[in-house]
C-alpha cells in the first residue's frame, strides 16, 4: 500500500500548478535543441551531469543499479538516428517515435518495450462557441529498456520536467528502474484525463443549461452542442485505445518491468476504466442534448407557422370583401346607400377581431 500511495503522491505532485523552468525550450537544453534533459540514476539517485548523452550511458553501466533517462521533443529522424543507434532501438519503433500521429499502444522489441501515450490538455476559453477548441493532444513515446529510459514528446504541452523532479524526490521509486519511470508516466498520462473530463463536463452543463433556457439562440446552440462532440471524440481517440495496453503491462510478464511495479498498473487501468466510462456518459448526454434542441427548434418552427397561418387567415377576411368590392358591377349591396362604407368597414373589423379572439383562444397567437 506505501508503494502505492507514493506513486499516486508523485502522480499528483506533478499536476500541481507551480511555475517551473521550461527545459524543452532550446535555449535550456544544454545537449541539443531537441534534447529536453539527460540524466543518470544509480539507486534512486541523480548523478552528475554529463555532457553528452554517449558519456551518460557510459556512466550508467559501469555497475548495476543504474540507468540513463534520455528525454526529447520532436526530433527529426537525422537527430534520432544516433540515439537509436546507441540504445539499439527497432527501426520500426523508431518510425513511430518520429513521425508520431500513433495510436496508444505496447510492443516488445527484444529486451526494449516500446509504449505510446497519448497526452492531452483542456483548451481554456471565456465562452464555449462552434469554432472553440477545447482539448489538444499530443503523444509521449517511451522506450524501456534494461538500463535506459528514452522519452519523446509531440506537441505543445505533456512537459515531462514536473514529473521528473517529484520522481527524483523520491529516490525509493527510482531504484526499481526504468519501470517506475514508465509506471509514472502512464499515472500522469491517465490523471491529465481525468482533469481534462471533469474541465468538459462544465462545458457539458452550461451548454444544457443553455438549450433549455428561455433566451437560448437556436443556431448557436446547435453549433455548440456539435464542436463538444467533436471535441469529445478527439478525447476518446486518446483515452480509449490506452485500455488494452495498460491491460497488457499489467498482466503479462516483461523482463524490462519490475514484478512490483507491474502490479500497480492494475491502478492506473481502474482510473482509465472510470474516465473511458465518462466519456461514453458524456456522449450519450451530448446526443440527448442536441436531440432535445432538435426538438425545441421543431416546437418553434411549428409555433411560427401556426401565427403565420393565423394572421394569413385574419387578413384574408378584410382581403376578400374588398376584392368583391372592388370589382366593377352596378348592381352590388349597399352600394348607393349613404352607410355601406362604414358599414362594410365595421363588418371587416369586427369578422378579424372574433377571428383573432378564436386563435388566441387556442393558442395559435
Known sequence: MSMVGNLRKVANLARRGRRRVDLSHPARSPLGSTVVNCVVYRDGIRRPGTDTVEEAVRHARRRRGGFVWLGLHEPSEKEFAGVAELFGLHPLAVEDAVHAHQRPKVEQYGEVLFSVFKTVTYVEHAELTATSEVVDTGEIMVFTGPDFVVTVRHGRHGSLGPLRED???????????????????????VDDYVTVTEAVQNDID????????????????????????????????????????????ATEPRACVDKEIQAYFRDVADHLTRVTEQITAFDALLDSILQAHLAQVTVAQNEDMRKITAWAAIIAVPT???????????????????????????????????IHRGFKRNGWL
Not at 349597399?334 to 362604407?341: D, I, K, M, N, Q
Not at 362594410?344 to 377581431?353: D, E, G, R, T
Open 167 to 189: 520522481l527524483e524526490a523520491h529516490p525509493d521509486l527510482l531504484a526499481k528502474g526504468p519501470s517506475a519511470v514508465l509506471h509514472a508516466i502512464a499515472d500522469h498520462v
Open 206 to 249: 452550461q451548454v444544457e443549461t443553455d438549450v433549455f433556457s428561455r433566451h437560448s439562440s437556436r443556431t448557436a446552440d446547435a453549433g455548440r452542442i456539435y464542436q463538444l462532440k467533436r471535441e469529445l471524440l478527439e478525447l476518446k481517440r486518446a483515452v480509449v485505445p490506452l485500455a488494452r495496453p495498460l491491460d497488457r503491462l
Open 320 to 354: 376578400m370583401v374588398c376584392g368583391v368590392y372592388g370589382m366593377n358591377f352596378d348592381h352590388m349591396p349597399e352600394l348607393r346607400w349613404r352607410f355601406g362604407y362604414p358599414l362594410v368597414l365595421a363588418v371587416i373589423v369586427s369578422a378579424c377581431f372574433v
